[in-house]
């Protein structure tokens, strides 16, 4: 029976007088004798507890074994039952219960290394990074082995690594796209008008296959504005390519740079970027879009969390274009629930928005409710596979012009999208990613579709 250990020395350590330091013995004496003045009935009783708690906390279920651990505390309390609760309650997210675990086993026997380094571990853990490493150094000066010290080592690097003021990270692709329209136009044909009358569009404006080099450019500067990283400034930049093979008037570029404070609590995330955006269409300037997206996300759970947008965008277009009317202001709110599973090995994302437009000429302007549905997962390989699917109307708030006078647009767009990306010699990933668009809309000639098609190879540092 399980009560056997405590009556013939320690289950976490070899029992032997080198490995039973004085407290550690005394502790487990003082258990030893208030168990032999239990009735047989009772150590029965604690056995069965004992029994069923270990086989909680062997087979991970630390949650449930906690409360457990604790109620056998109350009637008979070893070294190990101790260490068995703050073990437990680490695991289970209980920080500070298991802190004071590993302190009181401390206080009783300052020479119990392991315990030392779970401390420093859960220290790390609330951010204590300097109470982390003075139990480190503890450790340390004893002459631990050599795995200890590797050990000690990874710890050390994560503790220098959240005490460094900044961070950045850069991220670079190049790769090919096939596009099967590249204008986003409709088919070619001639399209029957109301009341009489056909259109055949110009052929430039239509659906037109082409493929050309695509490539990405983003780098991030993370400043740390607080002592635990709770509060950092976010910088940077990103670059948008797409070159096409034989169509170069359709060419497109957007240089795009934000800025903002991030703050992260323990369950709570909030953004507030400022960004800006030069966009180029062909070899001619097309807009310039300023915007301001401040956001805010809940973690109800390790499984759990809800995040709230709002985005606010001023897009102006440069007169050369002529297409001064399509200047506009956006209004996008947003409401975005997403579950974990499994360590986030699997991640669920819902998206339910609405889009206002408002554009100069009100012909271009829309309400446009839209909902998503995304799914991620890394597969034990690394590979990293995602879905998504989006449903978009956009409903113009005035009657269009030619060709379809006096008619009312209404547009229903569905988006898929589906990637696959693998990581490879560390730094390195390649990728495929699918794309298809359908926009049907009660007016034929802007009813299109578009798939594409792209494989990139990528770096990350």
Request: charge should be neutral.
């Amino acid at each position: 029976m399980f009560l056997i250990v405590f009556l013939a020395g320690s289950t976490m350590v070899q029992a032997d007088e080198a490995a039973n330091p004085p407290g550690y013995k005394v502790k487990n004496q003082a258990a030893v004798k208030k168990l032999r003045q239990m009735s047989k009935q009772d150590i029965e009783n604690l056995d069965a507890l004992i029994s069923q708690a270990l086989e909680l906390y062997y087979d991970r279920k630390y949650t449930a074994a906690l409360p457990i651990f604790r109620d056998i505390a109350e009637k008979v309390e070893t070294m190990d039952i101790m260490f068995w609760i703050g073990t437990a309650a680490a695991k289970s997210g209980k920080l500070e219960l298991a802190k004071q675990q590993y302190e009181r086993m401390l206080q009783i026997d300052p020479s119990l290394d392991r315990v030392r380094l779970e401390l420093s571990t859960v220290y790390f853990a609330m951010g204590k990074n300097e109470a982390a490493k003075k139990q480190l150094d503890i450790v340390k000066a004893g002459d631990p082995p050599d795995q200890v010290l590797a050990s000690i080592a990874k710890l050390e690097t994560a503790i220098d690594e959240r005490s460094r003021k900044y961070d950045y990270n850069i991220r670079a692709t190049a790769g090919w796209i096939w596009d099967d329209n590249i204008t986003s136009g409709p088919e070619p044909g001639v399209y029957t008008l109301p009341g009489g009358g056909s259109l055949t569009p110009d052929p430039g404006s239509t659906k037109i296959r082409d493929d050309g080099f695509l490539a990405t450019l983003t780098g991030n500067f993370l400043y740390d504005m607080g002592d635990r990283k709770h509060f950092v400034w976010n910088t940077g930049a990103n670059i948008y390519s797409k070159t096409y093979r034989n169509f170069g008037e359709y060419d497109y570029l957007a240089l795009n740079l934000h800025t903002g404070p991030w703050w992260a609590g323990r369950k709570d995330i909030v953004k507030v970027p400022f960004n800006f955006t030069n966009t180029y269409y062909g070899s001619d300037r097309l807009s310039y879009i300023m915007s301001v997206d401040p956001s805010y996300e809940h973690f109800f759970s390790p499984m759990f969390s809800l995040r709230g947008a709002y985005t606010y965008k001023d897009e102006r277009y440069y007169q050369e274009s002529r297409a001064a009317d399509l200047d506009n202001i956006s209004n996008i709110i947003e409401l975005a629930p997403t579950l974990y599973f499994q360590n986030r090995r699997h991640i669920l994302t819902g998206r339910l928005g609405y889009d206002h437009h408002i554009a100069k000429s009100h012909q271009f302007s829309y309400y446009a409710p839209y909902a998503m549905l995304s799914y991620f997962t890394r597969f034990p390989i690394q590979t990293e596979l995602y879905l998504a699917y989006q449903w978009t109307q956009r409903d113009y708030a005035e009657e269009q012009p030619f060709p379809y006078p006096n008619q009312m647009r209404h547009d229903t767009r569905n988006y898929y999208t589906a990637s696959v990306s693998q990581p490879f010699a560390k730094y390195f990933y390649a990728a495929y990613i699918f794309a298809y668009t359908d926009n049907q809309s009660s007016l034929d000639i802007y009813t299109w579709d578009k798939t594409t098609h792209t494989i990139t190879l990528g770096c990350r540092f």
